[in-house]
């Protein structure tokens, strides 16, 4: 599992520091050696369960794992 933490640092005190989402991205277990799919899942700030998607076909060995974070945003709906 991939595990994407969004944290906020304050550079004015740690003290206002906050964690404001989670995102997980699983694999399926589906799919093929070099085109795999995921299951994405979104937490806010307490842990309170949001958006889900899946991210099918995804070739994980020719493109950054951050390309991957990002077709998860697009799959669970956090786009324009």
Do not use: W
């Not at 806010?44 to 945003?73: I, M, Q």
């Amino acid at each position: 599992m991939i595990v994407v933490n969004v944290d906020l640092k304050s550079a004015i005190s740690t003290t206002r520091d906050r964690h404001l989402a989670t995102l997980h991205i699983s694999n399926t277990a589906t799919g093929t050696k070099t085109r795999r799919n995921y299951a994405v899942r979104a937490f806010g700030p307490a842990g309170k369960p949001g958006k889900r998607g899946e991210v099918l076909d995804y070739p994980a060995e020719d493109v950054s794992v951050l390309n991957l974070v990002r077709r998860a945003l697009e799959a669970a709906g956090y786009t324009r």
